[in-house]
Every structure is written in structure tokens, then in C-alpha cells.
């Protein structure tokens, strides 16, 4: 993987915070790696925790038309995390747009719009309706049902999500980020395909596919049978495969599973990834996000590194003879 160069490269030693911690994803500039994941932060947080201290923040996913997302329940915890099966509803880009950006646009961090669809025209329809709005990236969702070829998750077929990313990124003047799916036979082959079609980054991973069941009612948590499980339990699977993502691209990684800590941060960052979104954490602890960016100058220093930057891509793997 080609490492992100940081703002400052080559900063003096005692550079401010900003430069200690800022990383590059594309032509994006971020003030430091950490992000909320999508649909995991909303603006009315922003009366709970400073968002303009961010390096981004990612909106929930938007489609051209609205849409009323999963009958309830939507949300249930388990063991080690938690499973939801929010059915991504969307007011539809029209709303998006007039609201200014769902109230994203005034949150003072990067705005990076995460956009669905349900076929390859309305992804490029929601670029299209939504490309003169002030906002710094996209990321596409390919892991929506893909109504075109079966219902499948779009990235599950490399064509097909070949075929949406190389338009929005014909039609975006924005970095494009893809965000795949853990349900992939093969994430190297899919963070490729991506890489070629012209993205920017690729973000790894969406949630795990789960199912929770209660055995006094013998029926499902959620209301639509299954979810997609996240939290702390699926931090080891999501390292794995921002590894093995980082190990087949040129392009940064935004690394996603069961963040909770700079400690987390900085095991992602080893790996391979460039940035970090925190989803399921911030249901808890709405401030995590500014609490883990304000612990990691100490942690970039206790690391032996200058800049946060330093560490990505760094992972050696134990072999026999390592003590």
C-alpha cells in the first residue's frame, strides 16, 4: 500500500497538533484520521460533542428518492456489539440538498456525502442532483441491494460495481470513497476492481451480516429477520481486511469495525489503514470521537512517531524468531 502523505510533511518536531496528526486521503486534507462511520452520527449531536474538531464527517446514506427504511425493531444489542437492520430510509436527495445537506453543512468538519441506490442510474442521479452542493467527498454504499441483477449487494458483483463507481467518478469533481462489504469472497479482488475504476479510497467494512433470536417468543430480534452486526466483536474481522485491502491497492484505506479507543486508531492505522470511521461507540458515548482525537498526540508519541501518519502501513507479522 502506498503510505498517505500528512499535511507538514517534514514538520519540525513541536508542529501543531493538527500537522502531528493530519493525513491525506486523495486530494482531501484531514485535520486527522477519525470520522464518524454512516448513519452512525447525526447533526443533532453536534449539541453534545465539538464536531468541528473531526477530521470528517460522513452523512448517512442518501438515495435519489426517499425511502422508509426496515419495519421495527431496527436496532437490538448482543453480546460484543450490536445488530441493526435500519433498512437505510433516505428523504431523497431533494430534501437533502434544501435542508443544507440533512444539517451536515454547518457542522464546521469536511462533509463527505455517502450516496445508495438501487440500480447504477440512481447512484449517478444522486451524484448529478447533488454536485454543486458544498461538500468535500463522496462515498458510495455498493453494498445496497442491487435490484438489477437479483437483489444481491452490488459489490458481490465486480462488474456491476465496476460499472456504478467508474460513473460517479466520471461525474464527481469530488474524491470518490467505496465502501465495501464484509460479505465479499474475495476483498483484495474487490478493493482492486475499485482502485481501477477510478476511486479514490475504499472503506473497510460495512457490518457483518448476524441474526439475533429470542427462544422464549422463537422469533427474530429485528423486524426484518436479520441485520448487520458491529461493535467491539467484529474489530479482529475488520482488521483482517483492511489488511488484506491495504496489502492489493495504491489507494488509502478507511478502516471501519468496532473502534472505540486510540489504541484502536492506532492498531488500524498498523494495518493499513489511512483514516478511521467510528460508528457503534458513538450510540454510547456520543463524545468518543473528539475524546479519542484529543488522546492521540500522546499516542502517536508513545508510538515513537512524529506524525500519525508514520504509523500506516507499519505491521510486521510475527514470525518464529520474533521475541
Same mark, same amino acid.
Given at each position: @500500500?502506498?503510505?498517505?502523505?500528512?499535511?507538514?510533511?517534514?514538520?519540525?518536531?513541536?508542529?501543531?497538533? !493538527?500537522?502531528?496528526?493530519?493525513?491525506?486521503?486523495?486530494?482531501?486534507?484531514?485535520?486527522?484520521?477519525?470520522?464518524?462511520?454512516?448513519?452512525?452520527?447525526?447533526?443533532?449531536?453536534?449539541?453534545?460533542? #465539538?464536531?468541528?474538531?473531526?477530521?470528517?464527517?460522513?452523512?448517512?446514506?442518501?438515495? +435519489?428518492?426517499?425511502?422508509?427504511?426496515?419495519?421495527?425493531?431496527?436496532?437490538?444489542?448482543?453480546?460484543?456489539?450490536?445488530?441493526?437492520?435500519?433498512?437505510?430510509?433516505?428523504?431523497?436527495?431533494?430534501?437533502? &440538498?434544501?435542508?443544507?445537506?440533512?444539517?451536515?453543512?454547518?457542522?464546521?468538519?469536511?462533509?463527505?456525502?455517502?450516496?445508495?441506490?438501487?440500480?447504477?442510474?440512481?447512484?449517478?442521479?444522486?451524484?448529478?442532483?447533488?454536485?454543486?452542493?458544498?461538500?468535500?467527498?463522496?462515498?458510495?454504499?455498493?453494498?445496497?441491494?442491487?435490484?438489477?441483477?437479483?437483489?444481491?449487494?452490488?459489490?458481490?458483483?465486480?462488474?456491476?460495481?465496476?460499472?456504478?463507481?467508474?460513473?460517479?467518478?466520471? &461525474?464527481?469533481?469530488?474524491?470518490?470513497?467505496?465502501?465495501?462489504?464484509?460479505?465479499?469472497?474475495? @476483498?483484495?479482488?474487490?478493493?482492486?476492481?475499485?482502485?481501477?475504476?477510478?476511486?479514490?479510497?475504499?472503506?473497510?467494512?460495512?457490518?457483518?451480516?448476524? @441474526?439475533?433470536?429470542? +427462544?422464549?417468543? !422463537?422469533?427474530?430480534?429485528?423486524?426484518?429477520?436479520?441485520?448487520?452486526?458491529?461493535? #467491539?466483536?467484529?474489530?479482529?474481522? +475488520?482488521?483482517?481486511?483492511?489488511?488484506?485491502?491495504?496489502?492489493?491497492?495504491?489507494?488509502?484505506?478507511?478502516?471501519?469495525?468496532?473502534?472505540?479507543?486510540?489504541?484502536?486508531?492506532?492498531?488500524?492505522?498498523?494495518?493499513?489503514?489511512? +483514516?478511521?470511521?467510528?460508528?457503534?461507540?458513538?450510540?454510547?458515548?456520543?463524545?468518543? @470521537?473528539?475524546?479519542?482525537?484529543?488522546?492521540? #498526540?500522546?499516542?502517536?508519541?508513545?508510538?515513537?512517531?512524529?506524525?500519525?501518519?508514520?504509523?500506516?502501513?507499519?505491521?510486521?507479522?510475527?514470525?518464529?524468531?520474533?521475541?
Amino acid at each position: @500500500m502506498r503510505m498517505a502523505e500528512a499535511n507538514g510533511a517534514g514538520a519540525p518536531v513541536g508542529a501543531s497538533c !493538527r500537522s502531528e496528526l493530519a493525513v491525506e486521503l486523495g486530494d482531501l486534507e484531514l485535520a486527522n484520521p477519525v470520522m464518524p462511520a454512516s448513519g452512525c452520527f447525526g447533526p443533532e449531536l453536534a449539541e453534545l460533542t #465539538p464536531v468541528d474538531t473531526l477530521g470528517a464527517v460522513v452523512t448517512k446514506t442518501v438515495f +435519489a428518492q426517499s425511502r422508509p427504511g426496515n419495519r421495527t425493531h431496527r436496532i437490538t444489542e448482543v453480546p460484543g456489539g450490536m445488530l441493526n437492520s435500519v433498512g437505510i430510509p433516505s428523504r431523497g436527495t431533494t430534501v437533502f &440538498r434544501d435542508s443544507g445537506l440533512g444539517g451536515y453543512a454547518g457542522l464546521g468538519a469536511p462533509v463527505v456525502i455517502s450516496i445508495g441506490g438501487l440500480s447504477a442510474q440512481e447512484y449517478w442521479q444522486v451524484v448529478d442532483e447533488l454536485g454543486a452542493c458544498e461538500h468535500a467527498a463522496v462515498e458510495v454504499n455498493v453494498s445496497c441491494p442491487n435490484l438489477e441483477h437479483g437483489g444481491a449487494t452490488l459489490d458481490t458483483d465486480l462488474d456491476a460495481m465496476t460499472h456504478v463507481v467508474s460513473g460517479v467518478v466520471a &461525474r464527481s469533481t469530488k474524491p470518490v470513497l467505496v465502501k465495501l462489504s464484509p460479505q465479499l469472497h474475495g @476483498m483484495a479482488a474487490a478493493a482492486r476492481a475499485a482502485q481501477d475504476a477510478g476511486a479514490t479510497a475504499v472503506t473497510v467494512c460495512n457490518s457483518f451480516p448476524a @441474526m439475533a433470536v429470542n +427462544a422464549n417468543s !422463537r422469533a427474530s430480534e429485528l423486524g426484518n429477520g436479520t441485520g448487520g452486526l458491529s461493535g #467491539p466483536s467484529v474489530k479482529p474481522l +475488520a482488521l483482517r481486511l483492511v489488511w488484506t485491502a491495504a496489502q492489493a491497492v495504491d489507494i488509502p484505506v478507511v478502516g471501519c469495525g468496532g473502534i472505540g479507543s486510540a489504541d484502536d486508531v492506532a492498531e488500524f492505522l498498523i494495518a493499513g489503514a489511512t +483514516a478511521v470511521q467510528v460508528g457503534t461507540a458513538t450510540f454510547a458515548q456520543p463524545d468518543v @470521537m473528539p475524546r479519542i482525537i484529543g488522546e492521540l #498526540p500522546a499516542l502517536t508519541e508513545r508510538l515513537g512517531a512524529e506524525r500519525i501518519a508514520d504509523l500506516i502501513g507499519t505491521l510486521t507479522i510475527r514470525s518464529e524468531d520474533w521475541q
